[in-house]
């Protein structure tokens, strides 16, 4: 095999940001020369993230092929650069769906399907299998969940198994642990991650490497427990104290030696990373100081990962134009409710994005805030949802439409100006069902849409059942709300308000496809006119 697998598994308790180391190393070993993949594996029983609450698991990220995916591979994507494919996330439904229609198909006749052999080698299999297709030199494979979950124990044994069927010098073991600081005594205690490496150990994994998540750096005490307890050298564990930015994780940890580690580990020639633009990225984040305040109106607000990567592009676009970005949160229920006056919006913010999240709760909240907005001449940008919002809003309070709404809201609403796409009709199934994935949006010639992306054709993520209802296009037109973005299958998915500095939505989700590097386009547009209007 000419592929290297590295595992990232985490231990003490979730959220310590595996997904983020998993990215830096991935960055650091591209930045040296090597074709690199990253792979998630989430031991939910769902398929995919499509059918969760965004308060259950953050923001569904969507893949170019159409994948709705853990939020890690947002990461992945944006710190390789890489557009992934949907089977880069291997989930316990994914896995558990293969064994038993193989066994429907008769493949395992006269067996008795058990999760070893036959569950652990279909993981070994759709780890492989994106191994073979993509062709990179080194993949790494972030196992979701904590060591000793019962849902991560069949994941865990397949790379048991893979490091004695492959050879420990193509795989390497790295855990993330937790080292939390007693407040009371000031000390790091080691104790937690103590017991995480041992019950990893327990399982048959020893790691090869120990990256350290805590409040600061790793004092030489804290190492040297570590590297007693874990039966890790000293030089092998890392310490990944809290920041600012997530981006400077890649250079913390190359300034610590990783990447001598890996290559030892795994017999790779590496070349010296080529870190130069991303350290200039990193150097606009931390030294951009004229701020610029962007209004987040959703429904979703009290978990901020549920917007992840707009969260992510608004920064891109920020140290882009070198300016930093304050984002200031209105829970959409909150205005429906009285708690928050829309008409005080548009004083505390320099722009504001509609956020996307479909459905009945909050949405009053957002079309109050989108008049407000509107009514002021503030940057607004309306993503996916955002946009149908806008609608609604411009038919009940521009076109005279009293009782305008979606059909997915309202079934009987009088002025259907959102309504089903045709091909979603007859449509049960509701996971992986979506207009999904990228598709090409036609920009038209004179529009802002066309203006700030500079050329005809783009092709952006979607992820949606309803769409503009068509039959109001002329009356929208002819009263300034524009479409200014076309496809052959969802006729308006660009809409702008002519003559506007920047009044836009669209149905796509152009966060999905922003960079640290290479900022979309969209984000950057909003963020100069948020200048511009000063």
Avoid at 141 to 167: H, K, N, S, Y
Avoid at 241 to 255: C, H, M, N, Q
Avoid at 334 to 344: L, Q, V
């Amino acid at each position: 095999m000419g592929s290297k697998l590295i595992f990232v598994t985490g231990g003490v308790l979730s959220g310590l940001g595996k997904g983020v180391v998993t990215a830096s190393v991935g960055l650091l070993l591209k930045a040296s020369g090597l074709s690199v993949t990253a792979i998630k594996i989430d031991p939910y029983v769902n398929v995919d993230a499509g059918t969760m609450n965004p308060y259950m698991h953050g923001e569904v990220f969507v893949t170019e092929d159409g994948g709705e995916t853990d939020l890690d591979l947002g990461h992945y994507e944006r710190f390789l650069n890489v557009n992934l494919s949907k089977k880069n996330n291997i989930t316990t439904g994914k896995v558990y769906s293969r064994v038993i229609a193989k066994e429907r198909r008769g493949d395992y006749l006269g067996q008795t399907v058990q999760i070893i052999p036959h569950v652990t080698d279909e993981i070994k299999s759709e780890i492989l299998e994106v191994v073979r297709e993509q062709g990179s030199d080194v993949a790494i494979v972030e196992i979701g969940g904590t060591v000793g979950d019962i849902e991560g124990l069949p994941f865990l044994e397949a790379a048991r198994q893979m490091r004695l069927e492959l050879g420990p010098s193509n795989t390497m073991f790295i855990h993330v642990v937790l080292v939390p600081k007693l407040t009371t005594t000031g000390e790091l205690k080691t104790k937690p991650a103590q017991h995480s490496i041992q019950e990893l150990r327990r399982i048959g994994i020893q790691p090869d490497a120990l990256i350290a998540r805590s409040p600061e750096p790793l004092d030489n005490e804290a190492r040297r427990k570590l590297s007693l307890f874990g039966n890790v050298p000293q030089h092998a564990i890392f310490s990944d104290p809290d920041v600012p930015s997530v981006y400077e994780v890649p250079l913390i940890l190359e300034k610590q030696g990783i990447l001598g580690v890996i290559s030892k580990k795994l017999g790779l020639r590496l070349g010296t990373p080529d870190l130069a633009l991303w350290e200039a990225f990193v150097r606009r984040l931390k030294e951009s100081v004229t701020p610029v305040r962007v209004g987040m109106i959703g429904k979703y607000t009290k978990l901020r990962d549920s917007y992840l990567s707009i969260i992510e592009a608004v920064k891109h676009a920020a140290a882009h134009l070198r300016v930093k970005a304050v984002f200031k949160w209105f829970e959409a229920t909150d205005i429906e409710e009285g708690r928050i006056e829309a008409e005080s919006i548009p004083e505390s913010v320099d722009c504001g994005i509609i956020l996307p999240g479909f459905g009945k709760r909050g949405l009053e909240g957002k079309i109050e805030a989108v008049k407000a907005m509107r009514e002021a001449g503030v940057p607004t940008l309306g993503i996916c949802f955002g946009l149908q919002v806008m609608a609604i809003e411009f038919s009940r309070n521009v076109l005279g439409l009293a009782g305008a709404n979606s059909t997915e809201v309202d079934p009987a609403t009088p002025h259907p100006v959102v309504n089903l796409l045709e091909v979603q009709r007859g449509v049960r199934v509701l996971g992986g069902t979506m207009r999904l994935g990228a598709r090409p949006i036609r920009l038209i010639k004179g529009t802002l849409a066309r203006r700030i992306y500079g050329k005809e054709i783009v092709y952006e993520r979607h992820r949606h059942r309803y769409k503009i209802n068509e039959r109001y296009l002329d009356k929208f037109e002819s009263s300034g709300f524009i479409v200014s973005g076309v496809s052959d299958d969802c006729k308006a998915e660009i809409m702008e308000l002519k003559g506007s500095k920047f009044f836009i939505g669209t149905q796509a989700h152009p966060e999905f496809k922003s960079r640290p590097l290479s900022p979309s386009p969209m984000f950057i547009g909003l963020i100069e006119a948020a200048l511009d209007r000063r």
